[in-house]
Nanobody
Framework: QVQLVESGGGLVQAGGSLRLSCAAS????????LGWFRQGPGKAREFVAA????????WYADTVEGRFTISRSNAGNTMYLLMNSLKPEDTAVYYC???????????????????WGAGIQVTVSS
């Protein structure tokens, strides 16, 4: 198991930027693929981005492609989500997640992840 804690959320105006961090502790961080999900008001939790455990490959939801960037620092046991050109529809609770799965085809699926942070609020005002 790995324990995850998100930080960096808050209130930002449309067009602005935020960087979320996800600090990990516990088992060997570098062996886990990592992902970000979000849940907006009245919506289901949805995939945002993922990063592989070994190659640095990344995957993004169509809604954030080109605006968000996922990265990780294995030395620092931390994952990041840089969010640019934020829109009001990006308002949500953002969750980081970790999986020991090696099947990248499933990295956009919630059920692939067995370690989750508590979530952090991001609010984008218009």
């Amino acid at each position: 198991q790995v324990q995850l804690v998100e930080s960096g959320g808050g209130l930002v105006q449309a067009g602005g930027s935020l960087r979320l961090s996800c600090a990990a502790s516990g088992r060997i961080f570098s062996t886990y693929a990592l992902g970000w999900f979000r849940q907006g008001p009245g919506k289901a939790r949805e995939f945002v981005a993922a990063i592989s455990w070994n190659t640095g490959d990344t995957w993004y939801a169509d809604t954030v492609e080109g605006r968000f960037t996922i990265s990780r620092s294995n030395a620092g046991n931390t994952m990041y989500l840089l969010m640019n050109s934020l829109k009001p529809e990006d308002t949500a609770v953002y969750y980081c997640a970790a999986t020991s799965s090696r099947y990248s085809a499933y990295y956009s699926a919630r059920g692939t992840y067995d370690n989750w942070g508590a979530g952090i609020q991001v609010t984008v005002s218009s």
